[in-house]
């Protein structure tokens, strides 16, 4: 599918890997929806783009919210082609720590946020997608998601964090065969260790030892990088039904 002129909603987008794929194909001639929650930095990455785009801020986990974001969307630009979900949290917690069993509440709270917040948008947008014009290949959409390395090998702590990325990762397929007859493609992309603010707050120790277990290129990922990436899923129409590593050949070990 062809970025110059796509409408692409970004879940996340007022953040680190969802505020640099905005960037990325807004250079290219796309015009990006942001959705986020109303206290991110949303309306400064606005400012940072090159075609003209707008935040219509929401909670990805409720339906309410997300239903008037699409509709906003809708009614500026008229439809929907790309959404890429990048909203998530990450909350670490041991299954059993030193004050006892992990909070029910924050594992819930994670799968609802990255997981459950992940198909809401994809449902909503999906049918949007759906009264698309198809293009010469028959596409009318590509869905996005961002799970993580964590789905594959959870370190202590990424109970939740893992189950809910796994969810990402397991629902890709049936997702892309659910709108294969609509002509909407569903691919995962999932990174290793990247440079953003989710990261901001680590010590430089920690940021060293990281980078230790990444066998090239040594360093954590660009967010550019990850944008990059997610533009050529949307240009390469093969590419469906399938999760992809962006990790630098990382495995995490426990922790
Ligand atoms: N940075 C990494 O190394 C890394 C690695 C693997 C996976 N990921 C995943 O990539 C995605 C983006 O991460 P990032 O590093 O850019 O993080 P980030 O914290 O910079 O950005 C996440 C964005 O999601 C938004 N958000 C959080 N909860 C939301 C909600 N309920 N509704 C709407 N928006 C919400 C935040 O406001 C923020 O702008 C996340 O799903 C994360 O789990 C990141």
């Given at each position: 599918m062809d970025v110059k002129d796509a409408v692409v909603v970004i879940t996340g987008g007022g953040s680190g890997l969802g505020a640099a794929s905005a960037q990325e194909f807004s250079r290219h001639g796309a015009r990006a929806v942001l959705i986020d929650l109303p206290s991110s930095p949303a309306p400064d990455v606005l400012k940072t783009l090159e075609r003209d785009g707008m935040f219509t801020p929401a909670d990805v986990t409720s339906e309410a919210q997300v239903s008037e974001a699409i509709a906003n969307a809708i009614a500026k630009f008229g439809s929907i082609h790309v959404l890429i979900n990048c909203a998530g949290i990450a909350i670490g917690e041991r299954t059993l720590g030193r004050q006892g069993p992990a909070s029910l509440k924050r594992f819930s709270k994670v799968i609802e946020v990255n997981l459950i917040g992940t198909f809401n948008v994809t449902r909503l947008a999906a049918a949007e997608m759906a009264k698309n014009q198809p293009n010469q290949d028959g596409e009318r959409g590509v869905i996005i998601n961002t799970a993580s390395v964590a789905a594959f090998e959870g370190q202590i702590g990424q109970a939740a964090y893992s189950a809910s990325k796994g969810g990402v990762v397991a629902m890709t397929l049936p997702i892309a065969r659910d709108l294969a007859s609509i002509g909407v493609r569903v691919c995962t992309i999932a990174p290793g260790t990247f440079e953003t603010p989710m990261f901001a707050t680590l010590t430089e120790a920690a940021r060293e030892a990281l980078k230790a277990n990444?066998?090239?290129?040594r360093r954590l990922g660009k967010a550019s990088e990850y944008a990059m990436l997610a533009r050529h899923i949307v240009e390469n129409p093969m590419l469906n039904g399938e999760t992809i590593r962006l990790d630098g050949a990382l495995r995490m070990p426990p922790k």
């Open positions: 990444i066998p090239f290129p």
